[in-house]
């Protein structure tokens, strides 16, 4: 007897383009051990014919190592924003829904725009300043290793945008900076030549939309694929930030 | 000015806890005082009322500081996109209910200003007192509305002390939080049974 | 006026060749097709190569050199070697300045771990996400002159190809905009292909979706030679999957992890037993191969399946967590099991191409204004890379790309500026070229199609290649390429096509894959990845060579020929890790 062979059902969330209608289609995949929703897609890619048979154009979105390191594929799955290459199906209720995750202008189907959390790193000051990359004959500082290890977590911030789709103080309307770039303050502040500007960056997020507008949901620290403790780090900067403006109201 | 925005978000916070949050503490003993009987309360209450200026410092110490936590906080609660349903944790529903009891809060207590305060005493001429209050809270609908007003409030400022002691750096660890957000669960408690006592006590 | 340099790809090798730009006073147009800071560099894992002597083992830099010659079975040129781990000290100095987390002794000092291939202590690393941690370092340093006005990106634009003036000099790119599709001609001073590796070609691999070595392949079609490009190392421990193979850092191995199959009832590890001197520590080629015997021609593999246990359950749990959380978390949430509990799964994937662009030790190709840096060219590992040499080889090149574009920019014989009329020109080309594609109405699906590829591909030009299968499998791929013609294109659209794009990807994959069949047919030998039971010795006498590979337009087909190199400072001798390597 033939065995009947299990299917995935996805409903997935569609769009042509930025200021399209969205819509949804039906798939189903052939279920395999491990398969995950980047490899459904991918299936989908090679045939794509809705769940009624309907030949589709297949789905567009953004994926590059599958390995949970580069934060290209970041959807919403299920209600919840994370990496469609780490997203199992054993561990996914069916129907799988996916969607874009509207926080960020939506380019097509599952592909959004991210640019904003780039432009943010650049309004953190989200670098060292180093004279060059030449040689200076000089070793870097020593660094404690617990700080370091500390920089290690917030340093693997893939900029996927997870904590910004679950956040509900970063939106279209909101001009919050959102978790990722504020901790990545924290990091390079954290670093002995990074702190020679830790001022600038307390500034950066002082500024209209910066850390204040934070109003602890703690959704971050939830939806963090990479498991960086973004409310502590938000709160250490808050402790910061306070005093560096009481600073510069009574010093200047 | 230098890191205005910062400012005024930092000074939202300080309001709602040092001039509301103080007066609302405040008022919530005075009403309790109705639970040693009326003359209690009505004493309390003539006491307050014979403050020196009093009108004075209802305006600048309570007036203007709700007006502008409360109006400042309903913009900036009118910009979040609350998604408590998809991200069903702990703190997003606090962080729900801070801003679902804000809008119950803000417009119980305009009413509540309203009726008592300016109708009641400053046109009416009525002596806010005990009968009054007897008089008011008799109907259900509005003892109703006492009450979900009064939880409000007090949930409001109570829940808003664990984003205190995070904005303001106190506590900055998940334990620490975790501790402040037990303890100010149990403040709400608290004072939110002490004040719906009282109310029962105005109806007895 | 300023020189305007166009690099494409933004991983290490294009972001380091962009820095040293900017800092020599030039601007940089930089195309990727993903905001670079998701470039696949930031997959490797293990570490960085540099000789800091920092654990008492008295390391040199001429041991890193020699390691690297001698892993590299001496096909590689020994005096660009030699520059880049002369340089690797420096590099990784440059790096800790810019704030890389690298993992740090008790004292506050950079940590060293061992990798394969070598005997002492020389791998820097950051967790286990060393590739991550160097890549944003560089993408930081970026920004920061992106902020100062000498970077502009062109993240999601894909390269399509070089543009060369009347004298055959490469002085623009068309690329083409993967939201609008807009297609649009660029000019530059000097142009410098980043572009990575082509793991795509064999479908299941390491790399990450966007290593299809399409640009390296277009160029090449435009006249670059390729170097070396049957040897294709395949890194002996990955998680076998059905989307990709994830690989599992050689770390396991250098941190203490051992290679095992159970033979007559009893754990047997073949490595520590075949190779005593290096034990599971064996160049990647030799435990591959090492693997494949043992699963393929032993039938010993877990279950009969194509298998074998990387066991790391011996090591105490915290010491794991420290060294090598981050890949550990990988196989957890990939596979399901922990690996700090039970012995972990892997059977070797496709992982690296040592082969590529052909360059000069400056980094130029045989196109004047054009060069190649990183894993898209063919410099510094051989017949088969060092672990933990990628990342240094990758940032190294660009050092070196960099200020000789700069250089070229300034003194090279240019020639004549593209006009408006050359660039329209190649701009209507290149759309008319895509608008095509769109207009397919054939019956293969494209990813189908890419599918039997990498099939193809990895079942007979990886572990172990036999001439005749070589032929029969170049055979396949011409038939595929032909396939190609009869591609149906689904979607229509002019905005955010992938399926359009991917067509035109596939057709060089195709290519490509014509030309690393063919290199491995000729090369009669056995030497560092390149394996043939035929021939299973290295035959310097006859291939101490480079291969060149020159595009056939008439044909399709490479022409092979091959060609000398700089192999003065050591003489080879035969590369045996059953013993310790001796001078």
């Not at chain 1, 794509?48 to 959807?75: H, I, Q, R, Y």
């Not at chain 2, 309001?15 to 405040?26: K, M, P, R, T, Y």
């Not at chain 2, 009322?49 to 906080?73: D, K, N, R, T």
């Not at chain 2, 209910?97 to 207590?109: C, D, G, H, P």
Request: neutral net charge; contains cysteine; charged residues 25%.
């Amino acid at each position: 007897m033939a065995e009947i062979k299990k299917k995935v059902h996805f409903i997935i969330e569609r769009q042509d383009g930025p200021n399209s209608q969205p819509y949804t289609e039906e798939f189903e995949v052939d279920y395999r051990p491990a398969l995950n929703v980047v490899a459904s897609l991918m299936e989908i890619q090679k045939n794509p014919v809705t769940k009624d048979g309907k030949k589709t154009t297949a789905v567009v979105w953004e994926c590059n190592c599958l390995e949970k390191v580069c934060g290209a594929c970041m959807m919403v799955i299920n209600g919840k924003a994370q990496q469609a290459c780490a997203a199992l199906i054993d561990h996914l209720e069916q129907p799988i829904r996916l969607s874009p995750a509207r926080t960020f202008p939506v380019i097509r189907d599952l592909a959004i725009d991210r640019s904003v959390m780039f432009e943010s790193l650049k309004k953190i000051h989200g670098w060292v300043d180093v004279d060059g990359t030449w040689e200076v004959h000089n070793d870097a500082p020593r660094q404690n290793p617990k700080t370091a290890t500390i920089a290690y977590e917030i340093s693997r911030c893939m900029t996927c945008g997870c904590c910004m789709d679950a956040c509900p103080n970063v939106n279209q309307s909101s001009e919050f900076i959102g978790p990722a770039p504020i901790a990545q303050a924290h990091l390079f502040n954290l670093h002995p030549i990074g702190e020679y500007q830790k001022e600038e960056r307390l500034d950066a997020l002082m500024e209209k939309g910066g850390l204040a507008s934070c109003g602890n949901s703690q959704n971050c620290v939830q939806a963090c694929p990479k498991d960086i403790k973004l409310t502590e780090y938000i709160a250490k900067l808050n402790r910061d930030t306070n005093k560096q403006a009481l600073k510069s109201l009574f010093n200047k | 000015m230098k890191n205005f925005d910062f400012w005024i978000r930092r000074i939202h916070s300080l309001s709602g806890v040092i001039a509301l949050g103080a007066f609302l503490l405040e008022h919530i003993f005075t009403v309790s005082t109705v639970m040693g009987g009326p003359a209690n309360f009505d004493k309390s209450v003539a006491a307050l009322a014979a403050m020196p200026f009093l009108v004075p410092i209802e305006i600048i110490a309570i007036g203007m500081p709700i007006a502008f936590h409360g109006i400042l906080g309903v913009v900036y609660a009118l910009k979040a996109k609350n998604n408590p349903l998809r991200y069903g944790y702990w703190n997003n529903w606090m962080f729900y209910l801070q801003r679902i009891t804000a809008y119950i809060a803000f417009v119980f207590i305009i009413w509540h200003v309203w009726t008592l305060r300016i109708v009641g005493k400053a046109m009416g001429g009525h002596l806010i007192g005990y009968d009054f209050m007897h008089n008011v809270l008799s109907d259900p609908l509005t003892f109703g509305f006492y009450v979900i007003g009064l939880l409000s409030s007090v949930f409001h400022f109570t829940n808003g002390l664990f984003g205190f002691s995070i904005t303001w750096g106190i506590v900055t660890g998940p334990r620490g939080q975790r501790v402040v957000s037990i303890a100010t669960l149990a403040l709400f408690v608290l004072i939110s049974s002490v004040g719906l006592t009282a109310l029962t006590h105005f109806v007895k | 006026m300023k020189k305007k340099i166009i690099v494409v790809g933004g991983g290490l090798s294009g972001l380091m060749a962009t820095l040293k730009i900017c800092e020599a006073g030039g601007e940089v147009e930089l195309f990727s097709y993903c905001p670079v800071k998701r470039s696949h560099s930031l997959c490797a894992q293990g570490g960085m190569n540099a000789c800091m002597d920092t654990k008492g083992e008295n390391d040199s830099v001429h041991e890193h050199f020699d390691d690297t010659v001698y892993g590299g079975d001496f096909l590689a040129d020994q005096t660009a070697i030699k520059g880049m781990c002369e340089a690797a000290p420096k590099l990784i100095k440059m790096f800790d300045r810019m704030g890389v987390t690298f993992t740090r002794t008790p004292e506050g000092l950079l940590d060293l771990r061992n990798f394969g291939g070598q005997k002492n202590k020389r791998t820097l690393f950051s967790g286990s996400t060393t590739g991550q941690q160097l890549l944003y370092a560089l993408d930081e340093q970026v920004r920061a002159w992106e902020v100062k006005g000498a970077v502009k990106k062109y993240e999601f634009w894909e390269f399509i190809k070089i543009i060369k003036n009347k004298e055959s000099v490469c002085r623009g790119i068309v690329a083409q905009d993967m939201n609008s599709m807009e297609v649009r001609a660029f000019r530059a001073d000097t142009v410098i292909l980043a572009t990575g590796g082509p793991g795509m070609v064999f479908g299941r691999c390491t790399a990450s979706t966007i290593c299809n070595g399409s640009a390296v392949s277009a160029v090449y079609q435009q006249g670059a030679l390729i170097g070396n490009p049957e040897f294709i190392q395949i890194h002996p421990t990955a998680i076998p999957g059905s989307d990709k193979n994830r690989l599992m850092s050689e770390a396991c191995r250098g941190e203490g992890g051992r290679v095992w199959v159970y033979k007559d009832g009893k754990p047997w590890y073949f490595l520590e037993e075949m190779y005593p001197a290096y034990g599971n520590l064996v160049p990647r080629d030799v435990a591959s191969r090492a693997i494949y015997d043992v699963c393929v021609n032993q039938k010993l593999g877990i279950n009969g399946e194509n298998k074998v246990y990387l066991d790391l359950s011996h090591i105490p749990a915290d010491y794991l967590e420290r060294k090598l959380g981050g890949i550990l978390e990988i196989y957890t949430e990939f596979v399901g099991d922990d690996p700090r509990k039970v012995p972990m799964q892997i059977y070797p994937s496709v992982h690296y191409s040592m082969g590529g662009i052909w360059v000069d030790t400056k980094h130029n190709t045989n196109i004047p204004g054009l060069m190649a840096s990183g894993e898209c060219d063919y410099q510094y590992h051989g017949a088969n890379r060092l672990g933990a040499n990628s990342l240094l080889s990758a940032a190294y090149s660009g050092t070196v790309s960099g200020p000789e574009a700069m250089r070229w920019a300034k003194e090279g014989e240019k020639g004549s500026e593209l006009t408006d009329e050359e660039l329209a020109k190649a701009a209507k080309e290149c759309r008319e070229e895509y608008e095509a594609i769109l207009k397919m109405n054939g019956t293969e699906n494209a990813h189908e199609l890419h599918h039997e590829l990498g099939e193809v591909m990895n079942k007979y030009v990886t572990i172990e290649r036999v001439n005749k299968d070589l032929d029969y499998c170049f055979d396949e791929v011409k038939k595929i390429l032909k396939r190609w013609d009869n591609i149906g294109i689904v979607d229509k659209s002019n905005w955010a096509n992938q399926e359009g794009m991917f067509a035109r990807q596939l057709r060089n994959m195709i290519i490509y894959a014509l030309v690393v069949t063919r290199a491995a047919r000729m090369r009669d030998e056995s030497r560092g990845a390149h394996y043939k039971r035929e021939f299973p010795t290295r035959d310097d006498e006859r291939f101490m060579k480079i291969t060149v590979a020159e595009y056939d337009q008439a044909t399709e087909e490479p022409k092979i020929s091959y060609a000398d190199f700089d192999h003065s400072l050591v003489k080879p001798r035969p590369r045996n890790y059953a013993v310790a390597k001796k001078e």
